[in-house]
């Protein structure tokens, strides 16, 4: 035999033996990891699942293996109910082209339910896609723990308000003179302790809010709202701090601006928004609110002539507990939620929130809602 | 922005037999988002590869291969030269 024969022989040796040694690794890889996993063809038909997964859904391999994945592994929602195919995640990543990963639950072989967190991916192989591969975990226990949590900062921020409401009547009632005369500088004392209960009602409003989202327990109950009504009656309830700053709040709209929606919580939002232009624009400034309408949705504008969100801060604008290091140094207090808690809302609306802003020159704040 | 061409309104067309109303969008994503162009640069040269991944999302929703393998043959066909060329209707050559 030449030389250069025997050569492609070995090569074809060692090849074969390194593709055999990848296969196995990948497989001790697959079967190893502590996640769920489960890996389908073109079709959408199981080719492999790991230890972890059968034991999270019950199954022996031999009952999965070649089943259509949809009908195999049963995806619920909350109550219980099988989702639609467009719903499930892993539909959901093929057909928008998007990584998915989500919370959900599969339903198991005994018919409980398990709340997973799934990843979801195309599985490619030179260059091609052959397949999918659906990634999950239980998250039972991390459920749990949220529940825990959200259920500790509502009852405790229900057992702050309670003195708070006590501490803020009494103090009203000394200022009003109810408990016999007081001296000016007890009266300032006084209307000091009254702003810092006020301060400390919304922050504990802010807090629950945020549980509220972040629980997904938040209700909308949307309601034929007219817009203009509404801007007007945030705009009255923060009178006092634009005329103690000398701040020209103007409303603009072109045309009656209607829209279906949950007003409390778009009014939340447009406090959070008119009350952030305000509180970080210098005396003398102005705040413009802008209502537009275009097509199927409602635009609404909030633009300050204030400080401004440096550049390199703008990408984390809407971080829970984020503040802007400019304002930090004008405005000590604020606790960085509002704005996350108005993109929170603004989602639950379904609608969207963005901005432009320049350093020095002011913000706009925009929103866009569904009608 | 009108993205469509000759040939993605006719993959969109024949996508349309099995998906219905979402052909358009279904498509625009796929190309969008996994061949990373812009739907009005679809080319024939990028069937293959969009059809890879048709394949394996509309598997998803449906477990009839034969139905699946229908519509992959009907777009495969618009890759021929010919039916580029000439404009020919593949989904009528399907029968």
Same mark, same amino acid.
């Given at each position: ?70 009908? @195999?592994? +049963?995806?619920?929602?909350? $109550?219980? &109910?099988? =989702? ?7 539909? *959901? ?125 938040? @209700?909308? +109950?949307?309601?034929?709202? $007219?817009? &203009?009504? =509404? ?7 923060? *009178? ?132 | ?95």
């Amino acid at each position: 035999m030449p030389a250069s024969n025997e050569n492609t022989k070995k090569q074809a040796v060692v090849g074969s033996r390194s593709a055999a040694e990848e296969r196995a690794q990948s497989e001790a890889i697959f079967n190893s990891i502590g996640d769920g996993a489960i890996a389908t063809d073109e079709f959408g038909k199981i080719t492999r699942i790991n230890p972890t997964a059968l034991r999270i859904l019950g199954y022996k391999e031999k009952e999965i293996i070649g089943k259509w994945f949809p009908s @195999a592994v +049963i995806n619920v929602d909350e $109550n219980g &109910v099988p =989702l639609s195919l467009i719903d499930r995640p892993i539909t *959901r990543a093929f057909l928008t082209g998007a990584t998915v990963s989500d919370r959900a639950y599969f339903q198991r072989k005994n018919g409980t339910r398990l709340a997973v967190s799934i990843t979801v991916a195309p599985i490619i192989h030179n260059n091609r896609p052959i397949g999918a591969i659906e990634v999950f975990r239980d998250i039972t226990l991390e459920l749990k723990i949220d529940r825990m949590k959200s259920e500790f900062i509502s009852l405790a921020s229900h057992q702050l308000r309670t003195p708070l409401s006590a501490i803020k009547t009494y103090a009203h009632m000394l200022a009003d003179g109810y408990m016999g005369e007081i001296l000016p500088l007890q009266r300032r004392s006084l209307e000091t302790i009254i702003g810092a209960t006020d301060r400390m009602n919304e922050l504990i409003s802010t807090l629950l809010n945020i549980t509220r989202i972040e629980s997904g327990s938040i @209700a909308i +109950i949307p309601k034929t709202t $007219n817009l &203009v009504k =509404l801007t007007e009656e945030v705009i009255k309830g923060l *009178r006092h701090i634009a005329n103690d700053k000398h701040i020209d709040v103007k409303l603009k709209y072109s045309a009656p601006a209607i829209l279906k929606t949950d007003s409390l919580i778009l009014k939340e939002v447009l406090s959070n928004l008119l009350s952030n232009a305000l509180k970080y624009t210098p005396e003398q400034g102005s705040v413009t609110i802008k209502l537009t309408g275009r097509n199927q949705h409602l635009t609404i504008s909030v633009h300050d002539t204030g400080f401004g969100i440096p550049k390199h801060s703008q990408q984390q604008i809407f971080t829970k507990f984020f503040r802007a290091p400019n304002v930090i140094k004008h405005e000590t207090s604020g606790t960085g939620l509002g704005l996350y808690l108005v993109k929170g809302l603004v989602t639950r609306l379904g609608g969207k929130v963005w901005f432009e802003s320049e350093e020095n020159k002011g913000s706009t704040f925009y929103i866009s809602l569904p009608k | 922005m009108d993205h469509r061409t000759r040939l993605y309104d006719r993959v969109v067309r024949i996508t349309h037999i099995y998906l219905g109303p979402a052909a358009d969008r279904f498509i625009a994503r796929q190309v969008q988002n996994h061949l990373g162009k812009e739907p009005e640069k679809l080319t024939v040269d990028d069937l293959v590869q969009l059809i890879d991944w048709i394949r394996v999302a509309v598997s998803l929703l449906t477990d009839d291969t034969e139905i699946v393998e229908e519509y992959v043959l009907q777009l495969q066909r618009l890759t021929y030269p010919e039916a580029e060329a000439t404009g020919k209707r593949v989904s009528s050559d399907a029968g």
